[in-house]
Protein backbone atom coordinates (compact mmCIF):
# COMPACT_ATOMS: atom_id res chain seq x y z
CA UNK A 1 0.00 0.00 0.00
CA UNK A 2 3.24 2.07 -0.69
CA UNK A 3 1.75 5.71 -2.24
CA UNK A 4 -1.59 5.21 -1.20
CA UNK A 5 -3.74 7.50 0.61
CA UNK A 6 -6.13 6.28 3.64
CA UNK A 7 -8.44 7.82 5.27
CA UNK A 8 -9.98 6.59 8.50
CA UNK A 9 -12.69 8.38 10.95
CA UNK A 10 -13.31 7.52 14.19
CA UNK A 11 -9.18 7.26 14.54
CA UNK A 12 -9.04 7.44 18.06
CA UNK A 13 -11.30 4.58 18.98
CA UNK A 14 -10.18 1.12 19.60
CA UNK A 15 -10.96 -0.27 16.55
CA UNK A 16 -10.09 2.69 14.15
CA UNK A 17 -6.92 2.86 15.88
CA UNK A 18 -6.04 -0.86 14.97
CA UNK A 19 -7.10 0.52 11.27
CA UNK A 20 -4.72 3.44 11.27
CA UNK A 21 -1.97 0.97 12.41
CA UNK A 22 -2.45 -1.82 9.97
CA UNK A 23 -2.63 0.35 6.96
CA UNK A 24 0.37 2.46 8.41
CA UNK A 25 2.40 -0.63 8.57
CA UNK A 26 1.66 -1.46 5.16
CA UNK A 27 3.00 1.20 4.03
CA UNK A 28 -0.07 3.85 3.34
CA UNK A 29 -0.07 7.56 4.29
CA UNK A 30 -2.83 7.56 6.96
CA UNK A 31 -5.39 10.36 7.99
CA UNK A 32 -6.90 9.84 10.72
CA UNK A 33 -9.95 11.64 11.51
CA UNK A 34 -11.27 11.69 14.77
CA UNK A 35 -13.73 14.41 16.86
CA UNK A 36 -11.10 14.05 19.76
CA UNK A 37 -8.73 15.81 19.97
CA UNK A 38 -6.15 14.36 23.03
CA UNK A 39 -7.04 10.78 21.79
CA UNK A 40 -6.24 11.41 18.29
CA UNK A 41 -2.93 13.04 18.74
CA UNK A 42 -2.03 10.25 21.12
CA UNK A 43 -2.12 7.37 18.44
CA UNK A 44 -0.91 9.67 16.27
CA UNK A 45 2.33 10.47 18.76
CA UNK A 46 2.55 6.98 18.91
CA UNK A 47 2.19 5.46 15.60
CA UNK A 48 4.85 8.18 14.11
CA UNK A 49 7.20 7.75 16.84
CA UNK A 50 7.04 4.25 15.19
CA UNK A 51 7.67 5.55 12.21
CA UNK A 52 4.77 5.47 10.46
CA UNK A 53 2.91 8.10 7.96
CA UNK A 54 0.08 8.91 10.75
CA UNK A 55 -1.55 12.27 10.30
CA UNK A 56 -3.83 13.90 12.82
CA UNK A 57 -7.11 15.69 11.22
CA UNK A 58 -9.90 17.00 13.67
CA UNK A 59 -13.45 16.85 11.95
CA UNK A 60 -16.93 15.80 13.33
CA UNK A 61 -18.51 13.18 11.02
CA UNK A 62 -21.90 14.79 11.77
CA UNK A 63 -21.73 17.54 9.72
CA UNK A 64 -21.44 18.28 6.57
CA UNK A 65 -19.48 20.75 6.29
CA UNK A 66 -16.82 19.84 9.13
CA UNK A 67 -16.14 17.31 6.45
CA UNK A 68 -15.68 19.11 3.47
CA UNK A 69 -13.09 20.96 5.20
CA UNK A 70 -11.56 18.17 6.15
CA UNK A 71 -11.26 15.88 2.97
CA UNK A 72 -10.41 19.07 0.97
CA UNK A 73 -7.34 19.60 3.69
CA UNK A 74 -6.15 16.24 3.40
CA UNK A 75 -6.18 15.78 -0.17
CA UNK A 76 -4.51 19.48 -0.08
CA UNK A 77 -2.52 18.17 2.33
CA UNK A 78 -1.72 14.48 1.43
CA UNK A 79 -2.63 13.55 -1.95
CA UNK A 80 -6.03 12.04 -3.57
CA UNK A 81 -7.33 9.55 -1.16
CA UNK A 82 -7.30 5.89 -2.17
CA UNK A 83 -9.08 4.04 0.84
CA UNK A 84 -11.76 5.75 2.55
CA UNK A 85 -12.65 3.94 6.31
CA UNK A 86 -15.66 4.83 7.92
CA UNK A 87 -14.93 3.70 11.80
CA UNK A 88 -16.05 6.28 13.33
CA UNK A 89 -18.95 5.50 15.98
CA UNK A 90 -20.87 5.44 19.10
CA UNK A 91 -23.25 4.17 21.71
CA UNK A 92 -26.17 4.79 23.25
CA UNK A 93 -28.05 2.01 25.48
CA UNK A 94 -31.49 2.22 26.33
CA UNK A 95 -34.77 0.38 25.52
CA UNK A 96 -36.61 1.48 22.30
CA UNK A 97 -38.96 3.31 23.77
CA UNK A 98 -37.25 5.01 26.31
CA UNK A 99 -34.78 6.22 24.24
CA UNK A 100 -34.17 10.32 24.40
CA UNK A 101 -34.51 12.42 21.10
CA UNK A 102 -30.73 13.04 21.83
CA UNK A 103 -29.90 9.19 21.81
CA UNK A 104 -31.45 8.61 18.83
CA UNK A 105 -30.07 11.75 17.05
CA UNK A 106 -27.03 11.14 18.37
CA UNK A 107 -26.32 7.55 17.48
CA UNK A 108 -27.79 8.08 13.90
CA UNK A 109 -26.00 11.33 13.30
CA UNK A 110 -22.14 9.80 13.28
CA UNK A 111 -23.37 6.13 12.83
CA UNK A 112 -25.52 6.59 9.69
CA UNK A 113 -24.97 9.95 8.42
CA UNK A 114 -21.54 10.30 9.39
CA UNK A 115 -21.09 7.36 6.76
CA UNK A 116 -22.91 9.47 4.74
CA UNK A 117 -21.20 12.93 4.26
CA UNK A 118 -18.21 11.10 4.51
CA UNK A 119 -18.48 8.58 1.82
CA UNK A 120 -20.01 10.99 -0.25
CA UNK A 121 -17.31 13.70 -0.65
CA UNK A 122 -14.68 10.85 -0.54
CA UNK A 123 -16.29 8.96 -3.42
CA UNK A 124 -17.62 11.83 -5.20
CA UNK A 125 -13.41 12.71 -5.92
CA UNK A 126 -13.13 8.71 -6.03
CA UNK A 127 -15.58 8.80 -9.61
CA UNK A 128 -13.04 11.16 -11.23
CA UNK A 129 -10.13 9.19 -10.46
CA UNK A 130 -12.52 5.94 -11.54
CA UNK A 131 -10.53 3.96 -8.52
CA UNK A 132 -10.92 3.80 -5.39
CA UNK A 133 -12.09 1.28 -1.62
CA UNK A 134 -14.28 2.09 0.80
CA UNK A 135 -14.87 -0.29 3.73
CA UNK A 136 -17.56 0.85 6.42
CA UNK A 137 -17.34 -0.83 10.14
CA UNK A 138 -20.72 -1.68 10.97
CA UNK A 139 -21.95 -4.01 13.55
CA UNK A 140 -23.26 -8.06 14.18
CA UNK A 141 -26.30 -5.81 15.55
CA UNK A 142 -27.00 -4.53 12.00
CA UNK A 143 -28.44 -7.71 11.26
CA UNK A 144 -29.50 -9.25 14.89
CA UNK A 145 -32.23 -8.09 16.69
CA UNK A 146 -30.45 -6.71 20.44
CA UNK A 147 -31.77 -5.44 24.23
CA UNK A 148 -31.20 -2.42 24.48
CA UNK A 149 -29.45 -1.29 21.16
CA UNK A 150 -32.11 -0.29 19.26
CA UNK A 151 -30.81 3.04 18.39
CA UNK A 152 -27.25 1.78 17.27
CA UNK A 153 -28.51 -1.92 15.38
CA UNK A 154 -30.96 0.44 13.41
CA UNK A 155 -27.69 2.99 12.72
CA UNK A 156 -25.70 0.02 11.74
CA UNK A 157 -27.81 -1.15 9.32
CA UNK A 158 -28.90 1.95 7.34
CA UNK A 159 -25.49 2.20 7.23
CA UNK A 160 -25.14 -1.28 6.11
CA UNK A 161 -27.66 -0.88 3.24
CA UNK A 162 -26.03 2.99 2.54
CA UNK A 163 -22.80 1.21 1.54
CA UNK A 164 -24.13 -1.53 -0.68
CA UNK A 165 -26.51 0.43 -2.53
CA UNK A 166 -22.50 3.13 -3.00
CA UNK A 167 -21.15 0.18 -4.14
CA UNK A 168 -23.68 -1.16 -6.85
CA UNK A 169 -23.97 2.97 -8.48
CA UNK A 170 -20.23 3.38 -8.37
CA UNK A 171 -18.75 -0.22 -9.31
CA UNK A 172 -19.11 1.18 -12.91
CA UNK A 173 -16.20 3.68 -12.23
CA UNK A 174 -14.02 1.12 -10.49
CA UNK A 175 -14.82 1.71 -7.00
CA UNK A 176 -15.41 -1.25 -4.38
CA UNK A 177 -17.35 -0.68 -1.20
CA UNK A 178 -17.42 -3.05 1.29
CA UNK A 179 -18.15 -3.93 4.61
CA UNK A 180 -16.58 -5.35 8.24
CA UNK A 181 -19.47 -6.41 11.00
CA UNK A 182 -17.61 -6.74 14.15
CA UNK A 183 -19.52 -8.58 16.84
CA UNK A 184 -17.98 -7.67 20.76
CA UNK A 185 -14.61 -6.37 20.31
CA UNK A 186 -12.11 -5.83 23.01
CA UNK A 187 -12.49 -1.90 23.62
CA UNK A 188 -14.14 1.00 25.76
CA UNK A 189 -17.24 0.61 23.71
CA UNK A 190 -18.08 -2.55 24.73
CA UNK A 191 -16.19 -2.18 28.57
CA UNK A 192 -19.08 0.50 28.90
CA UNK A 193 -21.61 -2.01 28.66
CA UNK A 194 -20.38 -4.20 31.89
CA UNK A 195 -21.62 -3.46 35.10
CA UNK A 196 -19.20 -5.76 36.88
CA UNK A 197 -16.22 -7.72 36.41
CA UNK A 198 -18.24 -10.79 34.84
CA UNK A 199 -19.28 -8.93 32.02
CA UNK A 200 -16.60 -10.74 29.90
CA UNK A 201 -17.90 -14.10 30.92
CA UNK A 202 -21.25 -13.04 30.44
CA UNK A 203 -20.48 -11.72 27.05
CA UNK A 204 -18.80 -15.30 26.46
CA UNK A 205 -21.54 -17.07 27.57
CA UNK A 206 -24.61 -14.97 25.96
CA UNK A 207 -27.83 -15.41 28.17
CA UNK A 208 -31.70 -16.63 27.53
CA UNK A 209 -33.04 -13.60 29.27
CA UNK A 210 -31.59 -11.04 26.60
CA UNK A 211 -32.16 -13.89 24.28
CA UNK A 212 -28.81 -14.03 22.89
CA UNK A 213 -26.34 -16.60 22.49
CA UNK A 214 -22.31 -16.52 23.37
CA UNK A 215 -19.54 -16.66 21.53
CA UNK A 216 -18.76 -19.91 19.81
CA UNK A 217 -15.22 -19.30 19.43
CA UNK A 218 -15.05 -18.56 23.38
CA UNK A 219 -13.13 -15.18 23.13
CA UNK A 220 -13.57 -11.83 22.72
CA UNK A 221 -12.24 -10.05 19.32
CA UNK A 222 -9.38 -8.16 19.60
CA UNK A 223 -9.37 -4.78 17.59
CA UNK A 224 -6.99 -5.87 15.36
CA UNK A 225 -9.19 -9.03 14.33
CA UNK A 226 -11.48 -6.22 12.93
CA UNK A 227 -8.05 -4.30 11.05
CA UNK A 228 -7.17 -7.55 9.40
CA UNK A 229 -10.58 -8.00 7.85
CA UNK A 230 -10.48 -4.09 6.60
CA UNK A 231 -7.06 -4.71 5.52
CA UNK A 232 -8.26 -7.29 3.17
CA UNK A 233 -10.99 -5.79 1.36
CA UNK A 234 -9.18 -2.85 0.65
CA UNK A 235 -6.15 -4.82 -0.61
CA UNK A 236 -5.66 -5.97 -4.16
CA UNK A 237 -6.48 -9.32 -3.20
CA UNK A 238 -10.18 -8.13 -2.63
CA UNK A 239 -9.95 -6.44 -6.04
CA UNK A 240 -13.42 -8.46 -6.91
CA UNK A 241 -14.83 -8.07 -4.08
CA UNK A 242 -17.64 -5.76 -3.45
CA UNK A 243 -21.35 -5.22 -1.52
CA UNK A 244 -20.14 -7.93 0.47
CA UNK A 245 -20.07 -8.02 4.47
CA UNK A 246 -17.07 -9.95 6.48
CA UNK A 247 -19.21 -10.88 9.63
CA UNK A 248 -16.12 -11.10 12.66
CA UNK A 249 -17.77 -11.72 15.97
CA UNK A 250 -16.12 -15.48 16.63
CA UNK A 251 -19.77 -16.99 15.31
CA UNK A 252 -21.86 -14.89 17.96
CA UNK A 253 -24.82 -14.73 15.27
CA UNK A 254 -23.93 -18.23 14.15
CA UNK A 255 -23.03 -17.33 10.40
CA UNK A 256 -26.36 -15.82 9.86
Known sequence: MENKIALVTGAAGGIGAAIVRVLGERGATVAAV??????LREVADVLTGKGLQVHAFLADVADAESVECVVDAIETRLGPVDYLVNAAGVL???AAWQLSDEDWATTLGVNTTGVFHMSRCVVDRMISRSSGAVVTVVSNAAGTARMQMAAYAASKAAAATFTKCLGLEVAGYGIRCNLVAPGSTNTPMLASMWHDETGPELTLDGGLAAYRVGIPLR????PDDIADAVLFLLSDQAAHITMQTITVDGGATLGV
Open 34 to 39: DHSEDR
Open 92 to 94: RLG
Open 219 to 222: KLAE
